[in-house]
């Protein structure tokens, strides 16, 4: 297994178990999952295709991408919400779709908010026409705005030299980006540089209904052909919205990882800290960390709460939210008894290829890598789960009971509703306390 050697941060951490030392290192990855590049797919003009064909593509492998919608050119607004919940990304491509939208840079941020409910709201934009309107007013409401092709769409590790200014390849018949080998040609330019490709579609040439989107129609199962490669390369090119890879660049070139002293014994624990301010963003999207270490098996948690974790080649492997509390490492190896039932083995989704020979903690490669699993209460009072696909899905009481036990099974999933109060509610190795009201 490769993975990128860019060390972000270097750390030495102190003396522990058994009087031997063990100098750690923490790096950050440049990449989710270490991969070697990212990939983000984003589709303008709100053709009522992207909600019936293009979504359903990406859901195949539980990929995520990026809608642009033109508040004015009568959205599907429950088909794009629905789109939003499983993940993906509903960002502004204005109101009006005029030449320039020099003027709704804000409003149809707005507009597009009290219609789409989303974790981080609209934050990213494409611009009508490619003119990039005022930059001010852009930088008060969004972290990145997408142009179309410059010549530079593939791009470095570090991503655009103006993130009002995020080039794409655009892809349909007014191009070459038609075939699936286009599409591949350039992921690959990204793998062999570790940086990040955008591409830019508008309606399709074989599917469904275009609406507004006529312009440059795009061979739906190109596209197609281009995940089913990115999924084969699962280890080296990261698929995911223009919002989570900008946010995941920010954070990596802002964040620092840093041992702190006087952890409790088989212990090591970490400050993952960044001081981005933008008042758009939070920036709490995870970082892919691993520590040098030669502990066999580990639990990772991060302010109490549990991360899924794997070791492989000497590193232990988890994600991390900047500014969200001490990571805490801790070696679970006892020398237990081999009749020990204690880790029950997860299951997991079908396609995976682990690689490693050494013990896996959690989850297997894959769903460790891009599995953004999450819980909460929905609107109608459901504890609902996105992501989990495979893992075991236990919810408690406030008296410690189960009230429902059942296993992922969807992007998103209704799992129960009951009377009002706090429940805990464990997914796989990650754990919510979630009040119903
Ligand atoms: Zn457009």
Not at 316 to 339: C, H, L, M, R, T
Request: charged content about 20%; hydrophobic content about 35%; aromatic content about 10%.
């Amino acid at each position: 297994m490769n993975y990128n050697k860019i060390s972000i941060a270097t750390i030495a951490v102190g003396m522990f178990a058994a009087g031997s030392a063990f100098a750690q290192n923490a790096e950050i990855a440049t990449w989710s999952g270490f991969r070697k590049a990212a990939t983000s797919f984003t589709f303008d003009d709100n053709a009522p295709n992207h909600v019936t064909h293009a979504a359903p593509a990406f859901d195949e492998y539980g990929y995520k991408a990026t809608f642009n919608l033109v508040v004015n050119w009568n959205p599907d607004w429950s088909g794009f919400q629905k789109m939003a919940d499983n993940g993906h990304e509903i960002a502004s491509h204005s109101n009006t779709h005029g030449q320039n939208m020099s003027g709704e840079e804000a409003s149809s941020k707005k507009s597009i908010e009290g219609k789409i409910k989303q974790k981080y709201g609209t934050i990213t934009v494409a611009y009508p026409n490619c003119n990039v309107p005022n930059v001010s007013a852009l930088q008060q409401n969004y972290i990145a705005g997408r142009i179309c092709g410059n010549g530079q769409e593939v791009m470095g590790k570090d991503g655009p030299s103006d993130w009002f200014r995020v080039p794409a390849h655009m892809t349909g018949s007014t191009g070459s980006f038609n075939n699936t080998n286009a599409f591949t040609g350039a992921m690959q330019q990204a793998i062999q540089k570790g940086g990040w490709v955008m591409f830019l579609t508008h309606g399709f040439s074989n599917a469904g209904n275009n609406g507004n989107a006529n312009y440059s129609p795009t061979d739906l199962n190109a596209i197609k052909g281009a995940l089913k490669w990115a999924n084969q390369n699962d280890k080296d090119i990261w698929v995911t919205t223009f919002r989570s890879a900008t946010m995941y660049i920010k954070e990596r070139k802002a964040s620092k990882i840093e041992a702190q002293d006087g952890g409790a014994e088989g212990t090591m624990t970490f400050e993952l800290k960044h001081n981005i301010a933008d008042n758009i963003s939070k920036y709490d999207y995870p970082l892919s960390i691993r520590v040098k270490s030669d502990w066999k098996k580990v639990e990772v948690t991060q302010d109490g709460a549990a991360l899924e974790s794997k070791i492989d080649g000497g590193y232990i492997y988890f994600d991390a939210v900047p500014n969200a509390g001490k990571i805490v490492v801790k070696n679970a190896d006892a020398p237990a008894p081999e009749s020990s039932s204690s880790a029950e083995p997860e299951s997991s989704s079908s396609s995976e290829a682990v690689e490693s020979s050494s013990s896996v903690t959690a989850l297997p490669i894959q769903a460790f890598d891009d599995r953004h699993t999450s819980a909460y209460v929905d609107a109608s009072g459901y504890i609902t789960v996105q992501n989990a696909q495979g893992l075991n899905i236990t919810v408690f009481n406030s008296l410690g009971n189960v009230v429902r036990s059942t296993k992922g099974i969807g992007c998103e999933q209704k799992v129960f509703s009951g009377a009002k109060g706090m429940y805990v509610v464990k997914v796989g190795s990650k754990a919510w306390t979630l009040n119903i009201k």
